[in-house]
């Protein structure tokens, strides 16, 4: 069991950068694969990066790779997801996921775990 606290989101200008950060719950933290999911409006919720239980292993979706930076530190429980060069295209509310399992995954049926998101605006 673990539980998925995410904080960071606020407005921002386009062409900005925003941390986006989820403390997690549990002892199990560091043997999850996590990953980062978002809902624009609109639209139905899409993957945006996931890693693997050590973060040796990224995976990121096309519209975001060379943007956006996943990360972890097993230490304190955390994941992060660092955004540059932020579009209006980009809002929307992030939720931190994760799996218990190491591997990571990019379908949003793979991870049971999911906290309540973090709104990210981006304007124009």
């Known amino acids: 069991q673990v539980q998925l606290v995410e904080s960071g989101g606020r407005l921002v200008q386009a062409g900005g950068s925003l941390r986006l950060s989820c403390a997690a719950s549990g002892r199990t933290f560091s043997s999850y694969a996590m990953g980062w999911f978002r809902r624009a409006p609109g639209k139905e919720r899409e993957f945006v990066a996931a890693?693997?239980?050590?973060?040796?292993?990224?995976y990121y979706a096309g519209s975001v790779k060379g943007r956006f930076t996943i990360s972890r530190d097993n230490a304190k429980n955390t994941v992060y997801l660092q955004m540059s060069s932020l579009k209006p295209e980009d809002t929307g509310v992030y939720y931190c996921?994760?799996?218990?399992?190491?591997?990571?995954?990019?379908?949003?049926?793979?991870?049971?775990?999911w906290g309540q998101g973090t709104q990210v605006t981006v304007s124009s």
């Open positions: 890693l693997n239980w050590s973060g040796g292993s990224t």
């Open positions: 996921t994760g799996r218990n399992n190491p591997n990571l995954r990019y379908e949003w049926q793979e991870y049971e775990y």
